[in-house]
């Protein structure tokens, strides 16, 4: 039984995948990875999701705010056993939906070339490539990616 539970970056379960999730970034970003785990802080996160199968924790996601009109999803992860089975996606949407009934009427991100899981599922997703913003300008590994809520 899948069950999706909104939380914050208190939540134990929640930074224990994000441990998980910095442990695979730092094999996959090698000597890049100090730069982005500076823009990947956890401790004032308010908006988490955490994703449950038989009651254990296999994938997470936050939201953050980025402008007014605009959340920011960051730290997605899902365990190697949670994975093919649209655990992503669905913690995806319920981002989505929670940003949405804050008021908010995009989200953005940014994820590493070095992902492409993370490039597909966001394709797939809507998701639509934009320039790179904010600390990702010029970053050659950094791909960035827009939606508008509701479409």
Request: contains cysteine; negative net charge; charged residues 30%.
């Amino acid at each position: 039984m899948i069950i999706l539970r909104r939380t914050d970056s208190d939540d134990p379960d929640f930074k224990a995948l994000v441990k998980l999730l910095d442990a695979d970034l730092a094999e996959r970003d090698g000597a890049d990875h100090g730069f982005y785990a500076q823009f990947n802080k956890i401790d004032k996160i308010r908006h988490a999701v955490v994703c449950y199968e038989n009651n254990q924790p296999i994938g997470c996601g936050a939201i953050k705010a980025f402008s007014e009109e605009a959340m920011e999803v960051k730290r997605m992860y899902v365990s190697p056993d949670g994975r093919k089975k649209g655990i992503a996606t669905r913690v995806l949407t319920e981002l989505e939906t929670w940003a949405n009934e804050l008021g908010y009427a995009r989200c953005v991100l940014e994820t590493g070339k070095r992902q492409p899981e993370a490039i597909a599922l966001y394709e797939k997703n809507g998701y639509q490539r934009t320039e790179n913003y904010g600390q990702y300008v010029g970053v050659e590994n950094s791909v960035c990616f827009a939606k508008v809520l509701g479409e």
